[in-house]
T-cell receptor
Framework: GAGVSQSPRYKVAKRGQDVALRCDPI?????LFWYQQALGQGPEFLTY????????KSGLPSDRFFAERPEGSVSTLKIQRTQQEDSAVYLC??????????FGPGTRLTVL | GQQLNQSPQSMFIQEGEDVSMNCTSS?????WLWYKQDPGEGPVLLIA?????ELTSNGRLTAQFGITRKDSFLNISASIPSDVGIYFC??????????????FGQGTILTVHP
């Protein structure tokens, strides 16, 4: 497709469940970012991939969060044992240039 | 946590009015960006600024990169109903070994009354 796609668009999980969020970046984009956006806030950086290498995961809030991009294209953000504070929109962005990131529509995660 | 302070938090204006919002930082950045986010969508880039003092326009939008490299403002002239949305400033230190991790402000919610 032409843009960044994410799935699912909406996810409701019971506390303690594991979830997996998928990002399909724009074809040919080397860089891929995950951001977390709490309600009423701006996005906050979670992690960064250059091709398949995860070069920065300093923004991941806990060891329950794990991201991968095994073949340098599609990426998955996994959250284990979800908690209510994990409820947020998770945005994926890809780019060729450091200053031009294209964002997907996000996955809205609600943890009950 | 976030390092950019964006104001105002929200604005209610009449169609045709001009709008101004700004963003400040305690740190220096070499690139400032302004995004718009519509409900249920990801942020979309409006304007990018690369040099201190730079003034850039995109249609009815004008943005400036502050001389100190610690601030930026966005103006929207002659607002129309489709300008409704949340506007975010973002900043990054691009170039060199940087990979472009964006820092965002808290957003300005813009409502335009017809």
């Amino acid at each position: 497709g032409a843009g960044v796609s994410q799935s699912p668009r909406y996810k409701v999980a019971k506390r303690g469940q594991d979830v997996a969020l998928r990002c399909d970046p724009i074809s040919g984009h080397v860089s891929l970012f995950w951001y977390q956006q709490a309600l009423g806030q701006g996005p906050e950086f979670l992690t960064y991939f250059q091709n398949e290498a995860q070069l920065d995961k300093s923004g991941l809030p806990s060891d329950r969060f794990f991201a991968e991009r095994p073949e340098g294209s599609v990426s998955t953000l996994k959250i284990q044992r979800t908690q209510q504070e994990d409820s947020a929109v998770y945005l994926c962005a890809s780019s060729k240039r450091v200053d031009t990131q294209y964002f997907g529509p996000g996955t809205r995660l609600t943890v009950l | 946590g976030q390092q950019l302070n964006q104001s105002p938090q929200s604005m209610f204006i009449q169609e045709g009015e001009d709008v101004s919002m700004n963003c400040t930082s305690s740190s220096i950045f070499n690139t400032w960006l302004w995004y718009k986010q519509d409900p249920g969508e990801g942020p979309v880039l409006l304007i990018a600024l690369y040099k201190a003092g730079e003034l850039t326009s995109n249609g009815r939008l004008t943005a400036q990169f502050g001389i100190t490299r610690k601030d930026s403002f966005l103006n929207i002239s002659a607002s129309i109903p489709s300008d409704v949305g949340i506007y975010f400033c973002a900043a990054v230190n691009a170039g060199g070994t940087s990979y472009g991790k964006l820092t965002f402000g808290q957003g300005t919610i813009l409502t335009v009354h017809p």
